[in-house]
């Protein structure tokens, strides 16, 4: 996102009492749009922080006459939602690390030359974070808006079905509504017209291509290896499916692939972005419209109410999962795996020596590195494999249906891509180790295989990093069951 779009609805307060530094650096923020600041007396700052709660504090430790967590403890005690920024003395950094509770995001050395631009960096991370609280905060009121309509609404139809008369739209949209999940919605859509054919193809906007995702009536040979990558170069792809034509190369692929002489289609909206599309041989009459129409409705409902959820399983730099919802995927999957008796494997990524490059090149620079690398994950990775950030500096993929011989070759090709790539920041190079373990080959349960995965990867790391290393079955091992290789 463009941070000086929304940088002037930010204020930023500056406590120094040295006026070059302080000067300079709200001339800098101003610059960014920022609404900004300078205070030496911590009296002023209170009386100005009570009228109107800055977002951001940046305290010279050198002004204060009181005790820091005094300070922290006033501040916070006005808005819990300020974010302190500190500059101090390099010999006392190293105290600050008791003051995580106290909103503390950064501190920086009153010596390094640099603080200025290190600190400039940083308010736009923290504002950025916060744009997108406050964002979903928004969405939440919006989800909560939509949930009272539904439970209204929901509380009327029950009121006209216990009357003596229901008009059947009535009863089509109660079905609807009774579905818990987006699978449900399409089989009952599929109940509602049974004498029609049809196939769901979902559009992955990531990857902009149409896949199969469920059907109606329809012959295995249409479905199978039925996907479609929008042309890159063709940029009226979608306005043609807003408008209501398919688009001639999708529709003739479609035609040769069902080997019929028509398509109809009709396509699935949820906020002014193409959901999926309805495809069909037939003619599609008014009323298959019509109930199309009605399982939409409740499908947006489903999608708002699912989007407060995902805000808290979300890592909000890399858009992976974070590690409060990886442990749930793992657990979930392993289950998976047992009832189909197919392997999961597990690939733990660590960067080499972060610690390192953060020191070195600062907080900003080193998340670069770490959206760099999340992005060359997503393109090495298949739809149904989990992505998650479980530490700052760790990457766990949950590789669904992929035995160990199969996550070595993915871990193979991740290094590879990782190599290659440019990383121009003061001449580093980044690697990384990783890790991987399977069931039910090598472990039994999802804790052993977290912890397995982990061990082999901070053993490579150990050796020097930028490898892979295979964990192995404990001698006692005795697996659920048999992989075929």
């Not at 400039?120 to 309509?149: G, M, P, S």
């Not at 999708?250 to 692939?257: D, Q, R, T, V």
């Not at 699912?306 to 808290?312: F, H, L, R």
């Amino acid at each position: 996102m463009n941070i000086q779009e929304v940088a002037s609805d930010f204020f930023i307060a500056i406590f120094s009492q040295d006026v070059e530094f302080g000067v300079q650096l709200k001339l800098n923020l101003k610059n960014k749009n920022y609404q900004v600041d300078l205070f030496s007396n911590h009296e002023d700052l209170y009386d100005r922080f009570e009228k109107n709660p800055f977002h951001i504090v940046i305290l010279d430790v050198a002004t204060l006459i009181i005790p820091v967590h005094e300070f922290f403890a006033k501040i916070l005690s006005i808005s819990n939602e300020t974010r302190l920024l500190v500059v101090s003395p390099a010999q006392n950094m190293n105290s600050f690390a008791k003051y995580n509770e106290y909103n503390l995001c950064g501190v920086f050395a009153h010596e390094d030359e640099n603080k200025a631009s290190y600190i400039l960096n940083a308010c736009d991370l923290l504002v950025e974070i916060l744009y997108r609280v406050y964002q979903n905060e928004h969405l939440y009121d919006l989800y909560e808006t939509a949930q009272k309509q539904y439970e209204e609404t929901q509380l009327t139809l029950q009121n006209e079905r216990s009357s003596p008369k229901v008009r059947p739209y009535q009863l089509r949209i109660s079905e609807y509504k009774s579905c818990a999940s987006k699978e449900e919605l399409l089989d009952t859509f599929y109940k509602q017209t049974d004498q029609q054919s049809w196939v769901y193809l979902k559009y992955i906007a990531t990857i902009e291509t149409f896949i199969s995702v469920s059907q109606h009536e329809a012959p295995d040979s249409w479905v199978e290896g039925l996907s479609f990558k929008v042309p890159g170069q063709d940029k009226e792809f979608l306005s043609q499916i807003f408008q209501g034509q398919l688009p001639a190369a999708f529709e003739n692929y479609l035609l040769g692939k069902f080997n019929v002489s028509q398509i109809k289609f009709i396509p699935l909206i949820i906020k002014n972005q193409i959901e999926g599309l309805m495809i069909s041989p037939q003619d599609i009459t008014p009323e298959a419209a019509e109930d199309f129409s009605l399982m939409g409705l409740v499908y947006t409902n489903l999608m708002y109410e699912s989007q407060p959820k995902y805000m808290d399983v979300e890592d909000q730099l890399t858009g992976f999962y974070n590690q409060l919802f990886y442990k749930r995927i793992l657990d979930k999957e392993v289950d998976r795996s047992k009832r189909t008796m197919s392997p999961l494997s597990l690939l733990k990524v660590n960067i080499d020596k972060f610690i390192e490059i953060e020191t070195t090149l600062g907080r900003a620079t080193t998340d670069e590195i770490i959206k760099k690398i999340a992005d060359i994950i997503k393109q090495t990775s298949r739809l149904p494999d989990h992505l998650c950030r479980t530490t700052e500096s760790e990457f766990a993929l949950v590789l669904v249906n992929c035995d160990r011989k199969g996550a070595v070759i993915r871990a193979e090709r991740l290094r590879e891509a990782l190599n290659k790539e440019n990383y121009s920041m003061m001449g580093i190079r980044v690697s990384v180790s990783q890790g991987i373990s399977e069931y039910p080959t090598l472990v039994s349960t999802a804790d052993d295989l977290n912890t397995s995965a982990e061990q082999a990867m901070k053993f490579i790391a150990a050796k020097g990093g930028d490898k892979i290393c295979l964990s192995k079955a404990s001698p006692q091992h005795q697996p659920d069951f048999l992989v075929t290789e």
